[in-house]
């Protein structure tokens, strides 16, 4: 289904008194599903039109799962419904709950909304120009009121006269990258204007190691000695990635190992040949540096972890979305394969074709 027919479809069809089990429901429920076709991996869309009665504003999120997996708290992208189905509201917002639960619905509305004000002020103009700083969806309900409140930015189309596909799909990306930045944002203002953030932050779970100190391996059994005895916490975000990497993988007939392989993010067998598997989420746009973090650790797992066998070893970097042909082509010139997530689809170069890694022609 294109995003705009499901946009559309939801908008023309949603009615309260049709209850929880009426078409437009279903489509909520299904959206999260539909919308992974226009998100980089690793991301967590989902749909909803309320819990045992139907919502007055139906909404379809969007969660980086390092932030946060609901729309209660954090930060998350969102279309939200008007609750006369005249608009639809395209938004970078904030979880409302928790700061109305703290401080009330007066204050709590007043903290979303400075919140929200700094925020966008201290995005880059070139992120947030023609976008909306207020939105308004047609409704004294409290909740989708507290959402008014807790918007940064936003874009709102008339549901009876959408924009085309492609128009709509680079909205959502473009989202996507805003909601990257604002992130960052976010933190560097919690650090240098304290009061200016309110909202707790969630502990980041990031690669780290149990162990500290001193890491100089003498051979490659040290190496392997020390790095097993080291616990790596990966980051919701790119366990997603992994695991939708790996289900692509399995629908190709192959068998990914990534329970047994630490540190290894995953390996797999194709044609009788090993190869090993780093995943790298590209942040704020920023290939050249997630480009650059795969090949340090492929090149050193694979010195370390295959003594006597590296030269047998292939090597494959996955990211979540596309990291540009400057990119690709130095991993190819180190021989080292590239798959990443766009439109739907896992794409790669021509190493990864070679090997049937990814889609081929």
Known sequence: MELRSLIERIGTSYDRSLGMSSDAQRLLRQAGTELLQ???????????????????????????????????????????????????????????????????????????????DSIRAALPPELTAGLEAAIDLRTKAPLPVHYEFGNILATTYKLADLPDEATMVGDLQHFIRLYQEALAVREELRQTT????????????????????????????????????????????????????????????????????????????????????????VRRGNAVSATREAIGQLLQYRHFLYPGERESVRMLAVFNEEVGAACVDLLESLHIGSVWREHGRWLGSPLAQRAKLCRYT
């Open 38 to 116: 226009w998100l980089p991996a690793g991301y967590l869309p989902v749909g909803s039109g309320g819990k045992g009665a139907p919502a007055f504003v139906p909404w379809i999120s969007v969660f980086d799962p390092d932030e946060t997996e609901t729309a209660r708290h954090g930060m998350y992208v969102v279309y939200l419904f008007a609750e006369d189905m005249q608009t639809v509201a395209l938004s970078l917002n904030q979880g409302v709950t928790e700061l109305i639960d703290r401080f009330k619905t007066s204050r709590g509305r007043q903290l979303l909304r400075q919140q929200a």
């Open 194 to 281: 304290p009061d200016a953030i309110v909202t707790t932050v969630k502990r980041q779970t990031t690669s780290t190691s149990a162990k500290t100190g001193e890491f100089k391996p003498k051979n490659s059994s040290d190496y392997v000695a020390e790095i097993k005895a080291r616990t790596l916490i990966k980051s919701r975000t790119h366990e997603r990635i992994v695991e939708e990497y790996g289900k692509y993988l399995i629908s190709l007939g192959l068998d990914p190992k990534t329970t047994v392989v630490h540190p290894r993010d995953m390996t797999v067998q194709r044609d009788g040949i090993e190869w090993l598997i780093e995943v790298k989420m």
